[in-house]
């Protein structure tokens, strides 16, 4: 019983930042965008969060710089891609360069330390233990009990569905996607709506980032997102942005990331239950692409 | 193309002041933190010589990038490529015991040989199974990445060493240094030369670029679209596996744990700031691996850390790249400005 | 101009980097009239309007509403104003339903911002009925008709209230059954009080329709007159800026063997039907079949078939005999010149330079364009065709380095027409060669089309232009519904025999009757 505990909270624990940066990236797909820097935003959210929870003694502020470090990340794809007209697969992969490039200086600058950073001083965000719930056998201990931002990408997650599915702003967000030169002609301005995606993106990233490096753990690493990024870009893909689909695939590579951690112990070497998740994201893009010949 | 050059100087220029504005704003001088910069890369002899070894991953990694973009590829295993080609190039050089003229073209060809196998495979699950070669190589990296680390780890650990590496390869395998540059250089350019020959003056460099900027029109013009896929494929993995090797041979002559990591995008980012051409790939690369360079003497000499230069990279990138874009719409105002004037005479 | 509710002044358009789209435009629109906007092809009928619904930035110029001077940054404000644009390719959103469509930018909202969609459905419904357009709200736009889309667009700008429709070609799409119920709804808006601006180049449905007509040639206007005072024949002239030879000259076709034959060519489309459906038809040297019909009707994919961009399911095609049936694309280049319809989709590589464009195909199919033992491409061989391609088909262009997307659009498809011509092929396959290209390059495109009949190729012409057809084939056929469904000679049937059977008729005997 114990093992299942622990596999199903190290798939949370897996499950949520991708979880987080997908749906970020949901809103950017069904906007149009083609936007790879969920990595680099979630990178520089990571940081931030060390930040501000070290020097303002608050996690909650923590989670405030990691928002608004994601923002300026948003801001400069907004400056580069919308108004200037670079390519958005340029500007992206610039980004997510400039995030790894941007967090280790400041990391050497900042903290004066090489590779991570940790210390005391970093506020943790919490964990939620449930009033009522949390009391239940069994159920108790699957609902409750875990860290914050759990919670909220949960919350995140329902609120993304309804604001896609069931807004004017998302009804305008899927046009925008569908068809841009019809948005436009509709008197509704393209650019706008695609620079409220991005912001909705970084607000997620940013939390995505926050979970990272004050969720699970309390220090900030070198590049410390690890690819997450690209692989909440392939579950975006790979569901055409659904949110539900989305949270189905974090929780599957979240399963996988569980396992990663769960078979250290074992035989198996380390490396290769490491490369699980990416082996995983190989298998369902498979999966994707063989359906897709077919239906096409 | 003068258009280009012009663009990329202004570009490089304005990144550099942006760059000296941060500097300024942390407090440190500027003009002495580019100055160290270059004393430590292109003013001495020493430095130069490392700014040259330094270049090999990074104009290699770049025409990988730059071939593949150009012929409208998103291979970005860039990074899987080089460790499973250093990877090759370590096994031969360890286990073939044979004299140098022999051995080390067959180090070479074993790590373009692992570099082309690994985009094969993505080369393969495209052609097969029509998976977007964009994911598949991404994940690849990250496979190609942890197998390296087991075989260093276990089969291939040097148990004498403390963190995870191999044994040295036979000195028979290790690159020599020709005046004092490493003969690794020779065959980076060696590399670019053959490059251009390909994409400028080849008819599949031709067709190449042809299906790279509308690949209908390269399909119904007779070019078999789908062979020149897993060739472009194959051909910009061996170049990635390339430069793996001859980091191995030229460098630490082992397969060290990290030996990719620092090397990791900045292929595809040369080849994104030099707009695919092979020239510019080839003058960027030098570039970066000058800032490369020059960062650990500028860390020594003022106290600006060398990371700084990973921030600066990536302003260059996107200064550049938008800068290419904004030059074009200016210069397109002023054409606009002048066909307004005149058709209203 | 006294009692002009529109009023452009000097308007001008210059689209990067030198292509004068406008200049010095100034036309006046009265309220509650039909004003059609007419001239051909590029004449800057469709960014005038752009201009005035805010989609396209005028460079010099005023634009005046009731008076006052407006100046519209987008669209939005556009509408704001009472100023809605139905564009020529209809832009709807086929995942979205019909009243999620026509709310679309403008939806009632409820807290939170959730979308009233009950409100938005009563207020469509009511629309639909006050307009008797006949529309199931909650239909898929995916699943409904061209013509249903057209409405489905205008209703969208009566929905936000719009005295001013801008109808960009409206009748392009539609069958002349559907023209007709267009119109009528048309003039029924034109009396409840609204304004409509309408594009074509249509003069018969011009005449017919509209209260004023304002022509525009080459970016400026040549004439504003009522329309009951123009003839068909003065409106031609000032389209087009001389006297129109309607019949072009040529000699009588003496066909030879038959070059290109088709026999029951089937392709299955995506959703298991046949998008072409059994079509047999040859194509003798020395004669030009022209191929007609409403556009969508399998033009599309019979031109995908014979170049080997999509699969046949049933049935051969061959060249001189060479069955190229499943043969691979570079096989049948050998027997087909190809032009494509699109030039920057299919014919060309706008980026790329000129000389990279002229030579492709030739590179493979000719050994002289190889050196270094067949790796290296032979510049100098290149050169010397793009120079053969310039004098020969008459190319104004500065060196072959230039990149193609320099050239104005004339002289890019004269670079495609020498690149395919010179391939010497016995079959030549043109598509739509002369969309979007001015009077003096069609007459260009047309004259070589008759020359090279006389040299005896075989020429099939795809055209969804009827008159282009009758001008310059000799065998027209006609396709609907994915079939072939008459195979006339020009000299023995009229536009409307062929007219007949492009909305698919199959009865001869009613044909003639008919014409």
């Known amino acids: 019983m114990n093992v299942f505990y622990g596999l199903y909270s190290a798939m949370l624990v897996g499950a949520t930042p991708i979880l987080l940066a997908a749906i970020g990236g949901a809103f950017t797909y069904y906007a149009g965008i083609f936007n790879i820097a969920m990595e680099g935003m979630m990178l520089v959210g990571a940081f931030c969060a060390v930040l501000g929870s070290f020097f303002l003694h608050s996690w909650m502020l923590g989670i405030v710089s990691a928002i608004a470090g994601a923002l300026v990340m948003a801001g400069i794809f907004v400056l580069f891609a919308v108004r200037l007209h670079t390519d958005e697969f340029l500007t992206g992969i610039a980004l997510n360069l400039f995030a790894v490039g941007l967090t280790t200086f400041l990391l050497r600058d900042i903290f004066h330390v090489k590779g991570a950073f940790t210390d005391p001083g970093i506020v943790a965000v919490p964990s939620i233990t449930l009033p009522l719930l949390g009391k239940i056998p069994v159920l108790g201990r699957l609902v409750s009990g875990y860290n914050a931002i759990i919670y909220v990408a949960l919350l995140v997650t329902i609120a993304s569905a309804f604001v896609v599915f069931r807004t004017s702003f998302g009804l305008r967000l899927r046009a925008a996607g569908y068809n841009a030169a019809c948005l436009n002609s509709s008197g509704v301005q393209t650019p706008g709506i695609r620079v409220w995606s991005l912001v909705l993106c970084a607000v997620c990233c940013g939390l995505a980032g926050a979970y990272l490096s004050l969720g699970s753990v309390r220090l900030f690493a070198e590049n410390m997102s690890a690819g997450r990024g690209w692989i909440s870009l392939a579950a975006v893909i790979l569901v055409s942005g659904n949110p539900w689909g989305i949270s189905i695939i974090s929780l599957l590579f979240g399963f996988f990331d569980g396992l990663t951690v769960f078979l250290q112990g074992s035989a198996i070497p380390t490396q290769f239950t490491a490369m699980i998740p990416y082996v995983a994201t190989l298998v369902s893009l498979y999966f994707y692409s063989v359906q897709k010949r077919k239906t096409s | ?345 | ?515």
């Open chain 2, 1 to 345: 193309m003068r258009k280009q050059t012009l663009s990329g100087i202004l570009g490089v220029l304005a990144a550099l002041m942006i760059g000296g504005l941060v500097l300024a704003l942390q407090g440190f001088n500027p003009f002495s933190t580019y100055g160290a910069l270059l004393q430590y890369s292109l003013f001495s002899a020493s430095g130069l010589s490392a700014m040259l070894s330094r270049a090999v991953p990074l104009v290699l990694t770049g025409l990988s990038a730059s071939i593949a973009f150009g012929s409208g590829l998103n291979n970005l295993g860039q990074p899987g490529q080089l460790v499973i080609g250093a990877l090759s190039a370590t096994l031969v050089g360890l286990f073939v015991p044979l004299p140098p003229l022999v051995l080390i073209p067959m180090c070479i060809a074993a790590s373009m040989a692992g570099g082309l196998l690994w985009s094969g495979l993505a080369a393969v699950l495209r052609r097969a199974f029509a998976m977007d070669e964009f994911i598949v190589t991404l994940m690849l990296n990250f496979i190609a990445d942890y197998f390296t680390l087991w075989a260093i780890t276990y089969p291939l650990f040097d148990p004498t060493a403390l963190s995870p590496m191999t044994r040295p390869v036979s000195t028979h395998a290790w690159l020599s240094e020709v005046a004092g540059i490493n003969a690794s250089v020779l065959y980076m350019v060696a590399a670019t030369v053959l490059c251009w020959l390909l994409m400028s003056k080849g008819v599949s460099g031709y067709e190449w670029r042809m299906m790279g900027q509308n690949r209908l029109f390269a399909r119904i013009g007779g070019c078999r679209v789908d062979a020149h896929y897993v060739r472009v494929m194959l051909v910009t993995g061996a170049l990635a596996g390339l430069a793996g090797g001859l980091m191995v041979m030229g460098g630490p002559h082992r397969f060290v744990k990290g030996l990719g990591a620092n090397y990791a995008w900045d292929g595809v980012m040369i080849a994104v700031v030099a707009n695919n051409s092979i020239p510019g790939t080839f003058f960027y690369g030098l570039l970066f691996s000058m800032l490369q360079q020059g960062a650990i003497g500028m860390e020594l000499v003022t106290a600006v850390p060398s990371e700084f230069i990973d921030v600066l990279q990536a302003i260059i990138v996107l200064v550049v790249v938008a800068g290419r874009v904004s030059l074009n719409l200016v210069f397109d105002h002023i054409a606009t400005r002048k066909k307004l004037r005149e058709s209203l005479q």
């Open chain 3, 1 to 515: 101009m006294d009692g002009a509710l529109i009023d452009l002044q000097h308007i001008s358009k210059v689209f990067p980097p030198a292509t004068v789209a406008l200049s010095d435009v100034s036309v006046a629109f009265r309220f509650g009239e039909i004003h059609a906007l007419v001239g051909e092809n590029g004449a800057g009928k469709t960014t005038l309007m752009k201009v005035l619904y805010g989609l396209e930035r005028r460079d010099r110029g005023d634009i005046l509403l009731r008076g006052e001077h407006v100046d519209f940054r987008n669209p939005r404000e556009a509408i704001a104003a009472g100023i809605g644009m139905v564009h020529q390719e209809i832009l709807l959103i086929p995942e979205y339903t019909v009243w999620q469509n026509i709310v679309l930018g403008a939806e009632p909202v409820r807290g939170l911002c959730t979308l009233d969609t009950r409100t938005a459905r009563e207020r469509v419904a009511r629309k639909i009925e006050e307009f008797q357009f006949n529309l199931d709200p909650d239909a898929p736009v995916s699943g409904i008709s061209v013509a249903a889309r057209q409405k489905v667009e205008i209703l969208k700008l009566l929905y936000r209230d719009v005295s001013v429709l801008i109808l960009d070609e409206p009748t392009a799409v539609l069958a002349p059954q559907e023209i007709g119920q267009l119109f009528s709804e048309l003039e029924h808006l034109r009396d409840r009080g609204h304004t409509i601006l309408f594009i074509s180049h249509r003069l018969d449905e011009v005449l017919g329709l509209s209260d004023q007509v304002t022509v525009m040639r080459k970016g400026k206007v040549v004439a504003t007159s009522p329309a009951s005072a123009l003839t068909k024949e003065e409106l031609a002239r000032q389209m087009v800026g001389r006297s129109v030879v309607f019949a072009a000259e040529r000699s009588p076709a003496e066909p030879g063997e038959p070059v290109f034959v088709a026999q029951g060519l089937t392709v299955m489309g995506a959703d298991g039907r046949e998008t072409l459906d059994h079509v047999s038809f040859e194509v003798r040297s020395g004669e030009i079949v022209g191929v007609a019909g409403v556009e969508g009707n399998g033009q599309f994919e019979l031109v995908n078939a014979i170049m080997g961009l999509s699969p046949v399911t049933a049935g051969s095609l061959s060249v001189q005999g060479f069955d190229l049936t499943h043969a691979d694309i570079l096989a049948r280049r050998r027997y087909i010149s190809f032009v494509p319809q699109d030039r920057g989709k299919m014919g060309a590589s706008l980026p790329a330079s000129i000389l990279e464009n002229a030579i492709m195909t030739h590179h493979i199919l000719d050994r002289s364009f190889r050196r270094w033992g067949g790796l290296g491409l032979n510049y100098m061989r290149a050169s010397a065709l793009t120079s053969q391609i310039q004098t020969q088909f008459d190319v104004s262009m500065e060196n072959g380095a230039a990149p193609f997307e320099s050239l104005s659009g004339g002289n890019q498809q004269k670079v495609i027409l020498g690149r395919e011509l010179l391939l010497e092929a016995p079959l030549v396959l043109m598509d739509q060669p002369t969309r979007g290209l001015d009077v003096g390059s069609t007459e260009y495109v047309h004259r070589l089309l008759i020359d090279l009949r006389n040299q005896k190729k075989a020429v099939l012409l795809v055209s969804a232009d009827l008159d282009e057809v009758f001008t310059v084939a000799d065998r027209i056929i006609v396709m609907s519904r994915g079939q072939l469904v008459a195979d006339l000679r020009t000299d023995e049937t009229s536009r409307e025999e062929v007219g007949y059977y492009m909305l698919g008729g199959k009865d001869a005997s009613h044909a003639q009757a008919d014409a």
